[in-house]
């Protein structure tokens, strides 16, 4: 099946500094999806993002589907946005999400 | 807004119990999910249903069930509890097989 692997598994800000978190991909997808898992185990969607750049607030997405990776970008990172950060891919005539093992973000003051 | 809600945040049962997680969506969604996560191996799916009283296995159906009887209502059943099922239980639901996915805030649950 799609390998989903996401750099780097710990991110450490201090409140203010900007970050890229990557998703890199085996397969060609037919949707990639961000998510952000606050500490009470809330999965939070962000972007869907198959390819392109979107972009929310602080938070911006772009995904490369022929280099298949995708990137998210967080600026002047806030404490709340602490927490887990997911990709997930859906391939061909799959119907279920594969994720990645995530990139664990701390912003600290 | 979408919403999933799930009929319990914490849940303690004991070995051998018959376990029911319940999953309710309000958006009229023809998919529905569950995962279970677990530290260092993320999330994995379980089940899946693309219709009313359809379903098909996850990548880990082994030691539970499903059941569908109305769109809005994806239930999980753990038919005897062992203590490796203790994990954080993640339903979602969606529209299109191409659609996000939508999550609800998830079961914490404990077999002692």
């Known amino acids: 099946g799609i390998q989903v692997e996401q750099s780097p598994p710990d991110l450490i800000l201090q409140e203010g500094a900007n970050s890229t978190l990557r998703c890199n991909f085996s397969d060609s997808v037919n949707n990639l999806q961000w998510f952000h898992q606050n500490p009470w185990g809330q999965l939070i969607n962000l972007f869907y993002?198959?390819?392109g750049t979107k972009q929310n607030g602080r938070l911006s997405a772009t995904t490369v589907a022929t280099e298949r990776y995708s990137l998210l970008y967080i600026s002047s990172s806030q404490t709340t946005d602490s927490g887990v950060y997911f990709c997930a891919v859906l391939t061909g005539t799959a119907s279920k999400l594969t994720f990645g093992t995530g990139t664990r973000l701390q912003v600290t003051l | 807004d979408v919403k999933v809600t799930q009929s319990s945040r914490y849940l303690v049962k004991r070995t051998g119990e018959k376990v029911f997680l319940e999953c309710v969506q309000d958006?009229?969604?023809?998919?529905m999910f569950w995962y279970r996560q677990d530290p260092g191996l993320g999330l994995r799916l379980i089940y899946f249903s693309y219709d009313v009283k359809m379903k098909e296995k996850g990548d880990i159906p082994e030691g539970y069930s499903v059941s569908r009887e109305k769109k809005e209502r994806f239930s999980l059943i753990l038919e005897s509890a062992s203590t490796n099922q203790t994990s954080m239980y993640l339903c979602?639901?969606?529209?299109?097989?191409?659609?996000?996915?939508?999550f609800g805030p998830g079961t914490r649950l404990t077999v002692l």
């Open positions: 979602a639901s969606g529209r299109l097989r191409t659609d996000t996915q939508y």
């Open positions: 958006m009229d969604h023809e998919n």
């Open positions: 993002i198959p390819s």
